[in-house]
């Protein structure tokens, strides 16, 4: 094997890859359905997204998770139709099935072979408008629902990552699983599950999606004589954000004992999906930790041998998401990797990144941007993203010319305004008999277990 391979550095961009995201026709339909269409005909496969614009969001206090359980028992029994029965056909004709809630959206998807779109279709439609949702079903989802929160505490990222949102998101609906919680869980009834598809799995503002071996006049005549019902906007207003901000001088340390790591999450609120800035921080994340070459991994992984990886992320959402640095650390290295992460952070704030990691950032997002969209899933996600977001036509088709516009300078504005070194939330959860000592040498502490109550030293 060579040794003059430089292994710190990615070899030049060549000419990129030609891409053109598929360009996709708009419906309107009878009903008031929205559908965006990509003809596809190369494979005799058909692929839908119905996706509804209530989410998570809307859960009532008391009650979160309600949109997750709701989505999940739509196949779970209908007017003609019990679970066995769905699942039997969907089997039979080889349908793929999938329905999930999300921070801005309700999801939900099928595939099938184009010869068999019109039975899909038909158990497609009547999953989603004839749900009759069955106590018994409702009590072993909740039952399963509640068995997987109880199951959190045995991954310590999960602990990590919902404590952090606990904590930086306060009484907003983000601070709160999307799942919901055991005691949220529990308060949930057939009622309230049959409530709030009344209230929000309406067709005037929902969008399906389609990719495939389908014409417009196919689709046309499906949704005609499958979807017939058309339901009233539902009446409800997103909270605004308000949340903790946390602060560097105080670490919040989860104690799992004989933890042979440190799993540490750093970060602040984001910025929303709409920013005008989205591209911007996009480019900035990665040249902080998005990649094998960002920053924080050449620091702490390659320099340090501090951890094995590291990442950083802009949670990009409708309502402002969290940006977070994560990484899972050596334990006797734990004080020194928080510090070096902050001062990545800070030094990110103070000076212009240089030519190299500009132009290794920009190559590889335009190099590996046209395997985004490979796959008909990947396309469906891509048109979900520009109507969730209210993006333009071709937001795909311009998306390297953007990235390749942005400046050092730009990039330098960009971090000043949305990267936050003094202004951090820090987790660190591993062994406290450990690490308790090494971390209150530098900064305020807490010592909370993994069920989120601080421990009483009286």
């Given at each position: 094997?060579?040794h003059d391979?430089?292994?710190?550095?990615?070899?030049?961009?060549?000419?990129?890859?030609?891409?053109?995201?598929?360009?996709?026709?708009?419906?309107?339909?009878?009903?008031?359905?929205?559908?965006?269409l990509?003809?596809?005909?190369?494979?005799?496969?058909?692929n839908?997204?119905?996706?509804?614009?209530?989410?998570?969001?809307?859960?009532?206090?008391?009650?979160?998770?309600?949109?997750?359980?709701?989505?999940e028992l739509?196949?779970?029994g209908?007017?003609?139709?019990?679970?066995?029965?769905?699942?039997?056909?969907?089997?039979?004709?080889?349908?793929?099935?999938?329905?999930y809630?999300?921070w801005?959206?309700?999801?939900?998807?099928?595939?099938?072979?184009?010869?068999?779109?019109?039975?899909?279709?038909?158990?497609?439609?009547?999953?989603?408008?004839?749900?009759?949702?069955?106590k018994?079903?409702?009590?072993?989802?909740?039952?399963?629902?509640?068995?997987?929160?109880?199951?959190?505490?045995?991954?310590?990222?999960?602990?990590?990552?919902?404590?952090?949102?606990?904590?930086?998101y306060?009484?907003?609906?983000?601070?709160?699983?999307?799942?919901?919680?055991?005691?949220?869980?529990?308060?949930?009834?057939?009622?309230?599950?049959?409530?709030f598809?009344?209230?929000?799995?309406?067709?005037?503002?929902?969008?399906?999606?389609?990719?495939?071996d389908?014409?417009?006049?196919?689709?046309?005549?499906?949704?005609?004589?499958y979807?017939?019902?058309?339901?009233?906007?539902?009446?409800?207003?997103?909270?605004?954000?308000?949340?903790?901000?946390?602060?560097?001088?105080a670490?919040?340390?989860?104690?799992k004992?004989?933890?042979?790591q440190?799993?540490?999450?750093?970060?602040?609120?984001?910025?929303?999906?709409?920013n005008?800035?989205?591209?911007?921080?996009?480019?900035l994340?990665?040249?902080i930790?998005?990649?094998?070459l960002?920053?924080?991994n050449?620091?702490?992984?390659?320099?340090?041998?501090?951890?094995?990886g590291?990442?950083?992320?802009?949670?990009?959402?409708?309502?402002?998401?969290?940006?977070?640095?994560?990484?899972?650390?050596?334990t006797?290295?734990?004080?020194?990797?928080?510090?070096?992460?902050i001062?990545?952070?800070?030094?990110?704030?103070?000076k212009?990144?240089?030519?190299?990691?500009?132009?290794?950032?920009?190559?590889y997002?335009?190099g590996?941007?046209?395997?985004a969209?490979?796959?008909?899933e990947?396309?469906l996600?891509?048109?979900?993203?520009?109507e969730?977001?209210?993006?333009?036509?071709?937001?795909f088709?311009?998306?390297r010319?953007?990235?390749?516009k942005?400046?050092k300078?730009?990039?330098?504005?960009?971090?000043?305004?949305?990267?936050h070194?003094?202004?951090?939330?820090?987790?660190?959860?591993?062994?406290?008999?450990?690490?308790?000592?090494?971390?209150?040498?530098?900064?305020?502490?807490?010592?909370?277990?993994l069920?989120?109550?601080?421990?009483?030293?009286?």
């Amino acid at each position: 094997m060579p040794h003059d391979i430089e292994r710190n550095k990615i070899p030049p961009t060549g000419k990129l890859s030609p891409f053109n995201f598929p360009h996709f026709k708009r419906i309107c339909c009878e009903n008031g359905l929205k559908v965006l269409l990509v003809e596809h005909t190369s494979l005799p496969l058909v692929n839908l997204e119905l996706y509804f614009k209530a989410s998570a969001m809307v859960d009532p206090a008391g009650l979160e998770g309600l949109a997750s359980l709701t989505t999940e028992l739509l196949a779970e029994g209908t007017s003609s139709r019990n679970s066995e029965k769905i699942a039997n056909e969907l089997e039979h004709f080889g349908i793929e099935y999938s329905a999930y809630a999300d921070w801005d959206s309700i999801h939900i998807s099928l595939s099938t072979l184009s010869k068999y779109v019109d039975s899909a279709f038909e158990i497609y439609a009547d999953i989603i408008q004839n749900p009759i949702f069955p106590k018994s079903e409702v009590n072993r989802v909740k039952a399963e629902y509640i068995a997987e929160r109880q199951r959190v505490v045995d991954s310590i990222e999960k602990v990590v990552s919902e404590q952090f949102a606990e904590t930086l998101y306060g009484d907003f609906r983000y601070a709160t699983p999307l799942s919901g919680t055991i005691d949220s869980i529990k308060n949930i009834e057939q009622k309230d599950i049959k409530d709030f598809f009344k209230k929000y799995f309406y067709f005037k503002e929902a969008v399906l999606l389609v990719t495939g071996d389908i014409s417009e006049q196919q689709i046309k005549s499906l949704i005609k004589k499958y979807f017939t019902k058309k339901g009233n906007r539902p009446l409800y207003k997103i909270p605004s954000l308000t949340y903790n901000k946390g602060m560097t001088t105080a670490v919040r340390i989860i104690h799992k004992e004989k933890a042979q790591q440190t799993q540490v999450y750093i970060g602040h609120i984001g910025i929303e999906r709409t920013n005008p800035d989205h591209y911007k921080a996009l480019l900035l994340n990665q040249i902080i930790g998005g990649y094998f070459l960002s920053r924080l991994n050449m620091n702490l992984r390659q320099d340090k041998g501090y951890t094995y990886g590291i990442h950083s992320n802009f949670g990009f959402r409708k309502i402002t998401g969290p940006f977070i640095v994560s990484a899972a650390v050596q334990t006797e290295n734990t004080t020194a990797a928080i510090k070096e992460i902050i001062s990545e952070l800070r030094r990110i704030t103070e000076k212009a990144v240089s030519d190299e990691e500009l132009s290794n950032a920009k190559g590889y997002f335009t190099g590996v941007f046209p395997i985004a969209f490979e796959t008909a899933e990947q396309i469906l996600y891509g048109l979900a993203t520009i109507e969730t977001y209210g993006l333009n036509d071709d937001y795909f088709r311009s998306f390297r010319e953007k990235i390749d516009k942005i400046s050092k300078n730009d990039l330098l504005e960009a971090a000043k305004e949305y990267i936050h070194p003094d202004n951090l939330l820090i987790i660190a959860a591993g062994d406290r008999t450990q690490i308790e000592k090494l971390l209150s040498k530098s900064f305020n502490i807490e010592v909370y277990d993994l069920y989120g109550k601080l421990y009483d030293e009286s």
